[in-house]
């Protein structure tokens, strides 16, 4: 698969030459991993195609995009890829085929993959200056196929500039949360891809010291199995070793109505939009006490 930049030149997106020569290789270091299965991979796509992906993706308009401003995380998210720009477009619709996919299932392993075309939680990602995601591990069960388990996150960078003095680092912790075990700067055209499970923590949860008109953006997707009786859980916010115990209170009871409200997600249909406006009104009114 190509992306048609409009002025006759045709680039492509992936070099599967690499990869899938790689294959063997690259699905002993997932497999393998410590504190979880996962792995880096930068210049993930063709370099061309990362400039423009980085470009367009600095460049979604206002419109459509939900905030989740809470206790627990400051982000924003859209999952409206129609109105995004066209090498986006191209590159969701790769790593969404047939052929990427099946990619992922060798190597994480996990027979039957599905990509998820609605986004649930996905899509592209940016956060501003102070925005953070505190550790945790992911909601198991895609919100509105019920038997749909998540298996595998995709982490795409597309940061054109990030200097390490900015922050924002992808930290995946040991799985009894007792330290975290790597860090992984959001470079633009590395991906992380790595298995999900009700321990496999991660965040970014230091606020953001990146420049006002700055953020840290990413696209999102994430893989699920179809199972007769899929493992529920809510996604699950830690506190880290350290943190007060003032802290680790609020971002308990945040997770608990965080919980509240994938319940009722997965039984009606609430959608991301409304509970990024709830949080919001309940953001506000937690910093103005």
């Known amino acids: 698969m190509s992306v048609d930049t409009g002025n006759d030149k045709v680039l492509p997106l992936l070099d599967w030459n690499r990869f899938e020569t790689q294959l063997p290789q690259l699905s002993s270091r997932f497999q393998t991993a410590s504190p979880f299965p996962h792995i880096v991979i930068d210049d993930f796509l063709d370099p061309e195609t990362a400039v423009l992906a980085m470009k367009e993706s600095a460049n979604v308009a206002d419109v459509g995009w939900t905030s989740f401003a809470h206790l627990n995380e400051r982000k924003l998210s859209h999952t409206k890829p129609e109105r995004w720009g066209p090498t986006l477009q ?112 991660h965040g970014h949860p230091e606020p953001l010291r990146c420049p006002e008109g700055t953020s840290r953006r990413s696209l999102a997707l994430y893989y699920f199995t179809e199972e007769d009786d899929p493992t529920v859980h809510a996604t699950e916010y830690r506190a880290r070793p350290g943190e007060s115990k003032t802290r680790a209170a609020l971002i308990y009871v945040d997770k608990k109505i965080l919980r509240g409200y994938d319940w009722l997600r997965r039984r009606s249909n609430l959608r991301d939009e409304t509970i990024g406006r709830l949080l919001g009104s309940m953001d506000r009114f937690r910093r103005r006490w």
């Open 90 to 201: 191209a590159v969701l619709r790769e790593l969404q085929s047939p052929r990427f996919v099946q990619f992922l299932g060798s190597l994480s392993g996990i027979e039957g993959l599905l990509a998820d075309d609605s986004l649930a939680g996905g899509g592209l990602h940016q956060s501003q200056s102070g925005g953070f995601l505190n550790i945790h591990a992911d909601f198991t069960v895609h919100p509105r196929q019920r038997n749909w388990q998540r298996q595998v996150n995709l982490l795409l960078y597309l940061n054109e500039e990030w200097p390490p003095g900015y922050g924002g680092g992808l930290e995946l912790w040991s799985t009894d949360m007792q330290r975290c075990e790597r860090v992984v700067a959001p470079i633009g055209n590395r991906v992380v891809i790595f298995r999900t499970s009700a321990n496999s923590f």
